[in-house]
């Protein structure tokens, strides 16, 4: 089978009809995509720029998750928004790419368990108006210990409810499984954010991620919305690049982000300097590609 059958067939599962997130009453505007799954349908209860919680997930390992919290944020931040990561990742990738430890504490973990409040979790990192919650090593216990807790995916959320408003913007930067971090990060998220790497497969994740946030929606929060699907990594000189975005485009109509991130060395490589692209090399096609979806996001000019 050509990739580009391939890639037509994984993006046929993930039009499987999804009860939560059309649950709003809302008739599907198209065959292909379920109407609340459009970015400007009724599920979205807010524009984007009304949104204050954003989940970046995909189960789907490195498809630009923390690259696209840590610089998007950063750009929110450099708009004049008042920006916090919250890195629910035992990775702490974001936590490292922002120059911090990888133990630095107090943490995500500690407000999880309970041993402080969100507000004395929050470090300054060295971008102005971005303040990050680090990850913690104990996170790596936290997806078995959570279970054994009732009421534990609700723990972020309420957490992060008294700093709703101190921040525009929170991102929460999530691992790459459906597991008990990410179900409280699409717990204490009004939208969600899926990056999708341009290639064949990356694909292979979105139908099992759009229908983890219908769950998420259904039995825990309803307010819960796709923000939209970013195309990352892209590759616009490849016929396999260009194919996956015309799919993904045609497949979801109004829920792919006009935004595409390239793919930029720039990027990849700003984590080991400890700052986001936009400070590490502003002047980059990454950076510029951050600072459009920063605009797109905050609604800004
Ligand atoms: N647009 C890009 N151009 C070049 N490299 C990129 C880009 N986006 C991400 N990368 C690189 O690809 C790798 C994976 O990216 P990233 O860590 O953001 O993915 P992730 O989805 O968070 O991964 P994980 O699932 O492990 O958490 C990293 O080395 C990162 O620097
Ligand atoms: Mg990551």
């Given at each position: 089978?050509?990739p ?9 599962r ?13 008739a599907?505007r ?10 400007g349908s ?16 995909n ?31 035992p ?10 430890p ?7 973990y500690?407000?999880?368990?309970g041993?402080?409040d ?5 470090h ?9 919650m ?16 009732p ?21 929460i ?7 008990p971090?990410?179900?409280n990060?699409?717990?204490?998220a009004?939208?969600?954010i899926v ?5 064949y ?15 998420i929606q ?9 923000g ?7 590759d ?21 982000f ?24 502003p ?8 600072v ?10």
């Open positions: 089978m050509s580009r059958a391939r890639s037509a067939e994984v993006l046929e993930s039009e499987r009809p999804q009860p939560g997130l059309v649950g709003r009453g809302v599907a198209s065959r292909r995509a379920p109407a609340a799954l459009s970015r009724a599920a979205r209860t807010a524009k984007l720029s009304d949104v204050g919680v954003f989940a970046i997930a189960q789907k390992g490195g498809v630009g998750k923390t690259t696209t919290a840590v610089n998007l944020a950063a750009a929110v931040a450099a708009a004049g928004h008042r920006a916090l990561i919250v890195d629910i990742d990775q702490a990738n974001a936590t490292v790419g922002l120059g911090q990888r133990a630095l504490s107090p943490n995500v500690d407000v999880l368990c041993a402080c969100a507000e004395q979790a929050i300054e990192t060295p971008v102005d108006r971005l303040w990050l680090p990850a913690g090593s104990g996170l790596v216990g936290a997806s078995v210990e959570l279970p054994t807790v009421g534990s995916e609700r723990r972020l959320h309420d957490a992060l409810a008294p700093l709703r408003e101190r921040f525009s913007f929170v991102l930067d999530c691992p790459p499984s459906l597991g971090l990410t179900v990060a699409l717990v204490a009004d939208s969600v990056p999708v790497q341009t290639e497969f990356a694909l292979e994740g979105l139908a099992q991620v759009l229908d983890t946030i219908g769950l259904r039995e825990f929060n309803p307010r819960l919305s796709v939209g699907l970013l195309l990352t990594m892209h616009n000189r490849t016929r396999l690049g260009r194919d996956v975005e015309r799919d993904v485009r045609e497949h979801f109509p109004g829920l792919v006009d935004t595409v991130i390239p793919r930029n060395i720039r990027l990849s490589e700003a984590p080991s300097f400890g700052v986001p692209v936009t400070l590490h090399a002047f980059c096609a990454g950076s510029d590609a951050y459009a979806l920063a605009r797109e996001v905050a609604g800004d000019g």
